[in-house]
């Protein structure tokens, strides 16, 4: 997919828009704008590769930014101002000017007779299905204010979940930069000092470690350039090949499958379809659209599988709990605290218990890896150190044990 900025014209105001879209190509982009009841007049794409990363980067609204956003239209509504003169109020608060631009456009949108989960919809980069459709059974309940209130809270636990997650691999992070800023340092500015001392003894052998690293240097050395674009190389086509769907669900699969992580991935994973399915229920948005939402952001393709999987059970007359009981990407709580909400007419309830606990248990599973990682990591570093001392001071003692030798010969 592609991000387009336009610039189009509302037939019904007369105003021009400026906004974004995603597209597969020029043509699409162009249809999607028409059937959205407008004149393009301008479209470009932002660019592709590390233009469209930089794009990305300087037009972000962050989460944070969302959840201020839908507390302060939240209030403004519940207080019985009108949707527009709510939007507007929120625009003129907020600091983030892609937000503000977004904002903006929604109004656009309203005023020419858009609902607003409709002209939330245009923007799909920053409000996802769950947004969207959670304001959507606002507006037909005509309860907009708790929807939004309810996306709030639904937000805020997400990203405190993530923000966790971060910060127990920020410190491996900073040690892998230093180990290997340490290790080309080595090679490109010991090492070779030691090859020099050694040019005046043809006779010397050096050990295969220095042998190896040395080889390494000179390769840096002489070939950085080439060594760089290897580097962009593999790094390009590991990200192409991770937007692929075999890319995708391999990644995943480690996510869920690989020793010491499996174990806080899967109770993330549960925790973020709990909170999201409780979230929905409580709003009103039928179960099968629950499960189709929730597949949908739950950002993992095994899991969400086994939701589509689970839905086409559920059409079939099955219930939520049954479909997904034995499932290998479930654990064992999530369908029998379902059960226990289908009996009793409660799984918003249950599903908010289970989003509870799963939470909770991130939070310890994170504190046991943050635990574990330190010393891991100082054993890494212990190792790398040994093996850079040894091709350095092996052929030294080398060296001073043929001084040694041509002496006493000399003798």
Excluded at 90 to 107: F, R, S
Aim: aromatic share 6%.
């Amino acid at each position: 997919m592609i991000e387009y900025i336009y610039t189009a014209k509302n037939p019904k105001t007369g105003n021009n828009i400026k906004s974004r879209i995603q597209a597969e190509n020029d043509r699409d982009a162009y249809k999607a704008i028409k059937n959205q009841g407008l004149i393009p007049i301008d479209i470009k794409a932002t660019g592709s590769g590390i233009f469209s990363i930089f794009d990305s980067l300087t037009h972000r609204v962050s989460a944070k930014d969302k959840v201020l956003f839908s507390r302060q239209l939240s209030t403004l509504i519940d207080a019985g101002l009108p949707i527009i003169q709510s939007l507007s109020s929120v625009a003129n608060q907020t600091n983030n000017k892609e937000l503000k631009i977004i904002i903006g456009q929604i109004i656009t949108d309203v005023e020419g007779g858009s609902s607003f989960s409709k002209a939330l919809a245009n923007y799909p980069k920053v409000f996802n299905s769950i947004f969207i459709n959670l304001v959507a059974a606002g507006e037909t309940s005509g309860t907009i204010d708790k929807a939004l209130e309810r996306i709030a809270n639904q937000q805020e636990k997400e990203a405190e979940i993530i923000s966790k997650v971060r910060g127990a691999l920020i410190y491996p992070a900073i040690v892998m930069l230093v180990m290997i800023a340490v290790v080309v340092f080595m090679l490109v500015e010991v090492l070779p000092q030691v090859q020099i001392l050694y040019k005046g003894l043809p006779d010397a052998h050096l050990p295969f470690v220095t042998i190896a690293l040395l080889w390494i240097s000179n390769l840096v050395i002489k070939y950085w350039w080439a060594v760089l674009i290897a580097i962009a190389i593999f790094i390009f086509f590991t990200i192409r090949l991770m937007r692929t769907k075999k890319g995708l669900r391999f990644v995943d699969g480690l996510k869920i499958h690989t020793p010491q992580i499996k174990t806080l991935m899967m109770k993330l994973y549960m925790a973020r379809f709990s909170r999201m399915a409780s979230t929905l229920v409580s709003s009103g948005v039928p179960l099968l659209q629950v499960l189709d939402i929730c597949a949908k952001s739950v950002n993992n393709t095994l899991i969400a599988e086994s939701i589509n999987r689970a839905i086409t059970e559920v059409k079939g007359g099955k219930s939520l709990s049954q479909s997904l009981k034995g499932d290998p990407n479930f654990l064992e709580l999530v369908p029998n605290m379902l059960s226990i909400g289908e009996e009793s007419g409660t799984i918003e309830q249950m599903m908010a218990k289970t989003a509870d606990y799963y939470e909770k248990e991130v939070d310890t599973e994170i504190k046991n890896i943050s635990t574990i990682i330190e010393p891991a990591m100082m054993i890494i570093l212990g190792g790398v150190a040994l093996i850079i001392v040894a091709a350095i001071l092996l052929p030294i003692y080398g060296l001073a044990g043929n001084s040694s030798l041509t002496g006493s010969q000399g003798l």
